[in-house]
């Protein structure tokens, strides 16, 4: 049975939904999407979810006063609204804190634990808690973290358990990524992951002794899990928990952001592989967006929340804009100014005029039409959502929307009648729709309603579909 599995990232609750992790999981929805139209809608997994452990969770909650879990409820639900606000159709929200993820999650350390890959030892060295991970002194730019500058690092030693990951990674992550058993995309990042295993890789820290908000290792209560670890555990263990789910490990699809490409692509595996559980088949990461040339940052005060691009350009607005602003998998500045532009060609005057002209001459002329037998994907619109291009995909269907305007605007079919005028229309009309077809993964309401609009025998005239900013 052909199924296909994709993942975000969990996102932790310490932050707010942003433009980030709105990309990664727009990107997830399309793909999800576009293989429930071509597989079925039940051989298809889309999980998300948040990650809800750790030192700095226990000290945010504590800020707030309020226990960790009641800190994590409180943020969960601007996560869901977020999703939902842009029509995110995911099958399943995980959270780290579900007892049914921590049996599993214990379950595996012991596994790994039982297999001699963890030993005990002793770890001293420059600690983030904004990043809950050590650091490398090589690593720190000007004693601090590289992404917290206006944070201290603490300097911590601490007993803790250590996963063999220079032993695992040598003998069989390396060669598994050179001979793509599972695919690092895009190649730029594969290449990135290679050079930094062939610097060396050290074993790590898979526990914390001070902190008491994780998952306790099974072997030791006095320690809990490091977060990381833990976090990455969920693609699988909502495989077990769920009912049914079991058919869909292992992931087809893990997508993020270039930041956490290391503990996917590399961490990940080993720990599947030590626990002998097959690999994901793909890990894409994709790059960081800039706003106007400049990082975007609470404290510059230049986030863009997916509720002000909801206001402004409405749900499938924002997916499109957001999707098409660059190449996919790398990084790219985006502006309002460039967003509203592009709203205006593309969406108001490219496919709104077009389905608005047609409807009206097809209303006037009071014809009846067909609407065709069952609608395809174009098989190179299919190409590129299989392969991650979705700024391609989109290209492509937007190059059909322009050869059908040019078309429109050459005919004059204002100045039709009769059977040269029907023929046109009916050409015409399925041409949209099977633009809107191939348009339903990236604007599902959009192509619905074009779909809808456009069902015959009678066609009527349609209020636009988005209005000029
Ligand atoms: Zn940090």
Redesign the pocket.
Known sequence: MKKYYVTTPIYYVNDAPHIGSTYTTLAADIIARYYREKLGKDNVFFLTGTDEHGQKIAESAKKNNQTPIEFADSIVPKFKEAWKLLNINYDYFIRTTDPRHEKIASDLLQKLHDKGYIYPGTYEGPY?V??ERYYKESELLNNR????PD?DVSYQKERNYFFKLKEVVENEVLPKIKNSDYKILPEIRKNEVLARIEQGVEDISISREGVTWGIPLPWDKNQTCYVWVEALMNYYSATRFLENKEIFWPADLHLMAKDILWFHAVIWEAILIAAEIELPKTIFAHGFFTRDGQKMSKSLGNVITPQELVDKYGVDGSRYLLISAVAFGTDGDISLEAFDQKYNADLANGLGNLVSRVTKLAEKSDFEFEIGNKNHFDKNVAKHIENYRFDEALKLIWQKISDLDKKTNEIEPWKLEGKDLRSFLQESILTIRHIAYNLQSFMPQTAEKILDDFKGPKIKSVEPLFPRI
């Not at 973290?145 to 917290?148: D, E, R, V």
Request: proline share 12%; with cysteine.
């Open positions: 983030c904004g990043c973290c590289p992404l917290h944070k």
